[in-house]
C-alpha cells in the first residue's frame, strides 16, 4: 500500500514539473496577416518549433502589432472602412484583449482619420499609442484610457518635404515611431525626407511636439530603429540605402549625434534593387539583426548580423539567407534564441537558431505556411 502511494505521489510531483517545464518552454507568438488578419501560434523556446497558425481575427488589411506595456492588451493596424480607402480616410487601430486560450477580444477601435498606419508604438506608461502613417507622411498619437482601450486621437503631425530618389522621395514618408528609454521624447523615422524627427512626448494627454530634428545622408530612406541597451545609442535601419546609421544619444535634450554608418553588405556587394525592412537587438545587447529584401527575385534576401562593440558602434559579423522570400519582418524570441522570420511574398514564416556566444545565425530549420505575414509580434 506504501509503495503504492509513493508511486502515486513521485508519479504526479514528475506530470507537475513536466507540464509546468512546457509552459515555461512555449511563449505564444501573434503574426498579422495582410490577407486574412491575425493569427496565432506557440513557441517552443527550446527546440524551436512553431505549432501551425490559429485565425483569432479576421481583418481587412492588418499590418503592425503593438503591447500595452502594463496590461495584457494587443494593438493592430487595420483598414477600418474599405469603402473610405480612395478618399484616404480608412486606416485605423484596434485594441484587442488575448485570452487565455489564445483567442481575442475586441475592445474597441479608432479612426486615424487618415490613411492607414504602417507603424505603432506604446509609450513606457501605457497612456498612449503612438503611429506613422506612411502614405499620409505624418504621425499621430491616441490617448489610452485605463483599461487598455484606446481613446481619443490626440496629436496629428504632418512631416513636409522630399528626397532625391526618383521614384519614393517625392514627398515625406513618416515609417515609424518610438519613444525614448526615458519616456520623454519620441523618435519618427521619415523615409521620404531623410530625417529622424524629435517629438517632446506628454504621456498623461497623450500628445506630441515637435521639437527638432537629424538629418540624414541623401537617399538613406530612415525605416524603422531601435535603441541600445542602456539608451545611449540609436540604431536607423535605411531602407533605401540598405545601411544601419548609428547615433550617439543625449538623454537629457534627446539630441542624436552622428557616430557610424555601416552596410548591411561586404564592399563590392551589388544592392541595386534590394531595400532593408527591419531591425532588432538582442536582450543583452551585444548583437543587431537586419532584414533586407530583394525585389528582383534573385533569391538575394539577407539578414546581416553585427556585434555592438563597446562603444556602441557596430561591426558587421554575417550575412545569410533567410530561407524566405521578402522579409518585411523579423522578430527575436523572448530567450533570444531563436529569430523568426516573416517572408510577406512567399507566405511563410522561418525559424532560424542564434549561437547565444557569437550571435550569429544557423540556416533556417522550419518554416510554417502563412499568407502574407507582415509582422510578427510574442506576447509579453
Known sequence: MLKRLHYFICSTLLLSAQLTLAQETTTRVYIASGQDGIYSCELNQSEGTLTPPILRSKLTGAGFLAWHPRQNRLYATATLDPAKKKQGQSGG???????????????????TMGRGLCHISTDTSGNMLMGADYGGGR????????????????????????GSH???????HAHS????????????????????????????AGTLKRIADTKLPSGSGPRHMKFGKNGNMLYVLNELNTSVSVFKRIKATGKLEARQSLSMFADG????????????????????YCATRDLSQQQRDAISVFEVQKDGL????????????????IQLAP???????????GNEVSIMKIDQGKGTLKEAHQRIPLPTPMCISFQP
Open 314 to 329: 557596430l561591426k558587421r559579423i554575417q550575412t545569410i539567407h533567410p530561407g524566405v522570400w521578402f522579409p518585411r519582418h
Open 177 to 204: 515611431i518610438y519613444p525614448g528609454p526615458e519616456n520623454r521624447y519620441a523618435y519618427a523615422a521619415d523615409l521620404g525626407i531623410d530625417q529622424v524627427i524629435h517629438y517632446e512626448m506628454t504621456p498623461k
Open 93 to 111: 487601430v484596434i485594441a484587442f484583449a488575448p485570452q487565455a486560450d489564445g483567442s481575442l477580444t475586441e475592445l474597441n477601435r479608432q479612426s
Open 269 to 288: 556587394t551589388d544592392n541595386t534593387d534590394m531595400t532593408s525592412s527591419e531591425i532588432q537587438i538582442s536582450p543583452d545587447g551585444r548583437f543587431l
Open 335 to 345: 530567450s533570444g534564441t531563436f529569430l523568426l522570420v516573416a517572408g510577406q511574398r
Open 139 to 162: 504621425v499621430v498619437s491616441f490617448q489610452m484610457q485605463s483599461d487598455g482601450q484606446l481613446g481619443r486621437l490626440t496629436s496629428i503631425h504632418q512631416h513636409k518635404g522630399s
Open 166 to 172: 526618383p521614384k519614393r522621395q517625392t514627398r515625406a
